[in-house]
Nanobody
Framework: QVQLVESGGGLVQAGGSLRLSCVVS????????MGWFRQAPGKEREFLTS??????TTSNTVKGRFAISRDNSKDTVYLQMDSLKPEDTAIYFC?????????????????WGQGTQVTVSS
């Protein structure tokens, strides 16, 4: 059974940094199609970035500030967030897609973590 557990969220000042972690069980991250999403109150779930084997895709809204990476030995995927802005405040989700090709829609992801809250103060 595939399980995803996010951690690392919290309160940070604008301009600061956070690193989120997603521990994966039931599937090796080496071959997994992994993505990070976020959802603010009253808004739809938003694609941020994904890693599919060696293919990395990042939304233009966070490109240059957010970066996805993985540690295969720890079965963990990371989201490094720099230069955070108040509008980055949201619940952040880790997700896994069974698709072979890179996907950016939430509907194409089959497993989700519980989410971790990120709050950026001005």
């Amino acid at each position: 059974q595939v399980q995803l557990v996010e951690s690392g969220g919290g309160l940070v000042q604008a301009g600061g940094s956070l690193r989120l972690s997603c521990v994966v069980s039931g599937r090796t991250v080496v071959s997994a199609n992994m993505g990070w999403f976020r959802q603010a109150p009253g808004k739809e779930r938003e694609f941020l970035t994904s890693i599919n084997r060696d293919d990395v895709t990042t939304s233009n809204t966070v490109k240059g500030r957010f970066a996805i990476s993985r540690d295969n030995s720890k079965d963990t995927v990371y989201l490094q967030m720099d230069s955070l802005k108040p509008e980055d405040t949201a619940i952040y989700f880790c997700a896994l897609s069974n698709s072979y090709f890179t996907k950016t829609s939430p509907d194409e992801y089959h497993y989700w973590g519980q989410g971790t809250q990120v709050t950026v103060s001005s």
